[in-house]
């Protein structure tokens, strides 16, 4: 495989993955298992997810069913994190589940509930604590919009007074 087949997945894992689970993976490869970083980075994000057929959400919400019925529930944590950075609600990932559970069985679906529950509980604080901050920080600029919209009546008010005072 070229290396800018490499290059390719590796953009596109990392947008969709994130690039603390990308970096994760790929530190933790060593000689053995570096051949399979690659194969996976080349094949699956260089070649199929790019591909224009499906969206990335709906190819998310695809590969979590995937990976329930696969029982692959570290995998699935991945990427029901990664369902959600490409626009997947958290109820749409709860129906993926249910509706791949009458499938795929009761057992499949509840590790992979818990296994996703895991993941939707982080993402919400983190959406929160964004949120929080992106608050606080609209808060401290408008208080110092008000700060410097502050002393300019006073100077108006001083220069009427002077323009008055001249013409008495």
Known sequence: MSQSLFEEGL????????????????QGADAF??????????????TVWPRDGLDRKTRSLVTVATLVALKAHNELKGHVRGALRNGATVEEIQEVLLHTT?????????????????????????????????????????????????PAPALW??????????AL
Do not use: H, I
Request: include cysteine; aromatic fraction near 6%.
């Open 33 to 46: 298992t570096m051949p399979l970083q690659k194969l996976v980075t080349e094949n699956c994000w260089g």
């Open 102 to 150: 009458v499938y795929c069985g009761m057992p499949a679906g509840l590790e992979a509930f818990r296994a996703a529950k895991e993941v939707v509980d982080a993402w919400q604080q983190e959406q929160q604590e964004q949120q929080e901050q992106q608050e606080q920080q609209e808060q401290q600029e408008q208080a110092g919009a008000r700060l410097n919209a502050g």
């Open 157 to 166: 008010f001083k220069g009427v007074v002077a323009v008055a005072a001249k």
């Open 11 to 26: 953009s596109v894992r990392r947008e969709v993955m994130g690039d603390e689970f990308v970096e994760r993976a790929l």
